[in-house]
């Protein structure tokens, strides 16, 4: 078993710096909030005082932070200076691309093995363990994560070199919140040409304009199976996280000189529904907007 350093244990890290000590490591974790360090002892790791005191002695640093500055501050102030060569680095945090190609080479130049390791599924699947991994890293990187990752996921898959696991998630999310506009566009025009949304439902999902936020994530109240629509938009994945991601891609296309007008267009969506303070409703709550 692995002495693992543990540092950010919100909403997702909490569940997985658990699910990690239920499988016998040991996990020191780290976080500026002592609420969430007491959380992460009664599930059994060990609370430090400081990122430093984890990370010293550790054979592994996760790291599930807000953002790239976080992830950055983190390695450049502390990791580089207390691991011992050779220590492996997983970032799961969603970050920006640039950032984790940055933060991938630095770390290798200094003898440590990095790979940023987003994940997809949310608190729920925190906590149960099934998360899905997207690896950006070496083929030994990603060989030394792995069974670390499948502690606390389902599926772990290797995206390419450092970098490329953010790509991906980015790439992903913005797909997804352009998808769920789509659908819920759809939804408004077809019944306010009066057609039924469940008979809109019962066709569209079994025809070409099929799609996950369809079929499993459906806008619309009563419709499909159980959603955060049923919930009055209540939990599933938040406006601003997908305002976030849309706006990781948006800058990632940006500097790689890629069109997407369908992100870029979900992005102003998005954008305009949180500031009118409904950054907190599940992003599926969009359909709200296009009355
Ligand atoms: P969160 O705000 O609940 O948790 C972040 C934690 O990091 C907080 O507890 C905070 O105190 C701690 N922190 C911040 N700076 C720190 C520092 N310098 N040292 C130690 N601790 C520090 O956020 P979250 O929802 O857990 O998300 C974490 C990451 O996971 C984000 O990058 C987010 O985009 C990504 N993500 C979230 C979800 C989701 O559904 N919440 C889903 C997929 C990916």
């Not at 997809?120 to 792995?146: C, H, N, P, Q």
């Not at 954008?271 to 907190?280: I, R, T, Y």
């Amino acid at each position: 078993m692995a002495r693992i350093a543990f540092i950010g244990l919100g909403n997702m890290g909490g569940g997985m710096a658990a699910n990690l000590a239920a499988k016998g490591h040991d996990v020191r974790a780290f976080d500026l909030s002592a609420a969430a360090l007491d959380k992460a002892k009664a599930a059994g790791c060990t609370p430090e005082g400081s990122a430093a005191e984890a990370v010293y002695g550790a054979d592994i640093v996760v790291s599930m932070l807000p953002a790239g500055t976080h992830v950055a501050g983190l390695y450049r102030d502390i990791v580089y200076g207390h691991s011992a060569p050779g220590t492996l680095l997983i970032d799961c945090s969603t970050i920006d691309v640039a950032t984790a190609k940055a933060l991938g080479a630095e770390a290798a130049a200094k003898g440590l093995v990095a790979v940023d390791a987003p994940v997809s599924g949310g608190i729920v699947a925190a906590a149960a363990g099934t998360l899905t991994f997207m690896v950006g890293g070496t083929a030994e990187g990603f060989a030394r994560a792995k069974p670390i990752l499948e502690a606390m996921g389902k599926a772990v898959i290797h995206a390419g070199d450092a970098g490329a696991g953010q790509t991906a998630k980015i790439c992903n999310n913005m797909l997804l919140g352009a998808e769920m506009v789509a659908t819920a566009e759809a939804f408004v025009l077809a019944q306010k040409l009066g057609l039924d949304p469940q008979r809109f439902f019962d066709i569209a999902s079994v025809s070409s304009g099929q799609s996950w936020s369809m079929t499993s994530y459906c806008p619309l109240p009563g419709v499909g199976p159980e959603t955060p629509a049923d919930r009055g938009y209540e939990g599933g994945f938040a406006v601003a996280l997908m305002l976030k991601d849309l706006r990781l891609a948006a800058e990632a296309a940006q500097g790689a000189g890629a069109s997407t007008p369908m992100g870029k267009r979900a992005l102003e969506l998005y954008e305009d529904f949180a500031a009118k303070g409904q950054g907190g409703l599940d992003f599926s709550a969009i359909i709200k907007a296009l009355d």
